[in-house]
């Protein structure tokens, strides 16, 4: 089944599934002065009942999961995450009486943790010196260690992840800007949202532009993945072709505008202003056009980050 028809085969049953998607599409005027003619427009993910756009394809790979029996008995299920697909894994697992368990870097904002924690899921910490990607390492290697007690998710490489994005998250922005968007900006976590908005885009109009931003290692950005170094582990999902730029974040720009966006009552995570600096940049290259965004998740999120030190 696709998103929907599994998402509404299940709503009855567990009315919380029936929450996620058909978020808002907002205007946003931080730019208009200096851009007349550059309309920008950021989706609001925070409006889903996990309070980031995690939901959507967590959703949809446990609900298929759980749909074929793989998660029946006592099987637990595991991934890894930066935190926003775990808190999804861990309220979608508590409406459907699953375990779950989740490798996290940790230094994950306190935050993050406590919401984990507070749906009933296990948390597996690695050293955040190690990066993200040891988080990756650690998950299969628990994984293939007792694939009897584990079903492994595999955000990175389950192709359910970007069809949910293709099926709801970009049916949306096209419904919403009555197709008429030129340029959709974002970055790549697990490669999932990029690849399959980037994907229904081009198949309603090849000429709509894919602009990727992309952070260094360090300080890094919570959430989005550094692909800069030959080392840094590609999410399989990831699909290259529909990038049509790479952009460098720059994280510094990225907080000021997180700061910007606040208070224009848009109150987004860490990726969201690194998000929004690629769509000023961008707005600053092409004078026109129609550019949609994401705000990822919700700023109290990152109360115990340095975010917002500066506030």
Not at 147 to 154: K, L, S, T, V
Not at 229 to 257: T, Y
Not at 276 to 297: F, P
């Amino acid at each position: 089944m696709g998103f929907r028809e599994l998402q509404q085969a299940y709503a009855e049953q567990f009315p919380a599934v029936g929450l996620v998607g058909q978020t808002p599409l907002v205007r946003v005027d931080l730019f208009r002065d200096e851009f007349p003619e550059v309309e920008v427009y950021a989706k609001m993910e925070p409006f889903n009942p996990g309070g980031s756009l995690k939901d959507r394809p967590v959703l949809y790979m446990m609900l298929d999961a759980f749909e074929r029996g793989e998660l029946s008995g006592t099987r637990t299920l595991i991934d890894s995450s930066s935190g926003n697909a775990g808190i999804a894994y861990a309220w979608i697992g508590g409406v459907l009486g699953v375990s779950v368990k989740l490798v996290i870097p940790n230094n994950a904002s306190a935050e993050r943790k406590k919401r984990i924690l507070s749906h009933g899921a296990e948390i597996h910490f690695t050293n955040a010196h190690d990066g993200y990607d040891e988080a990756l390492r650690e998950v299969r290697r628990l994984a293939h260690s007792d694939p009897d007690r584990y079903f492994f998710c595999d955000q990175y490489a389950n192709e359910l992840n970007w069809r949910a994005h293709y099926e709801s998250t970009a049916e949306e922005i096209l419904e919403q800007t009555e197709g008429r968007i030129t340029h959709f900006v974002a970055g790549v976590g697990t490669g999932g949202t990029i690849t399959g908005i980037g994907r229904r885009l081009k198949e309603h109009d090849p000429t709509i532009r894919i602009e990727c931003v992309v952070p260094d290692a360090f300080p890094g950005v919570e959430g989005l993945k550094p692909l800069k170094d030959p080392n840094d582990i590609v999410p399989a999902i990831l699909d290259r072709d529909v990038i049509d730029r790479m952009w460098d974040a720059d994280v510094d720009r990225g907080w000021e505008l997180s700061q910007s966006m606040a208070r224009a009552g848009l109150f987004g995570g860490q990726s969201s202003g690194v998000y929004m600096d690629g769509v000023r940049q961008l707005a600053a290259e092409i004078k026109k056009g129609v550019i949609v965004t994401i705000v990822c998740d919700i700023g109290e999120r990152y109360m115990s980050t340095r975010l917002w030190d500066s506030t």
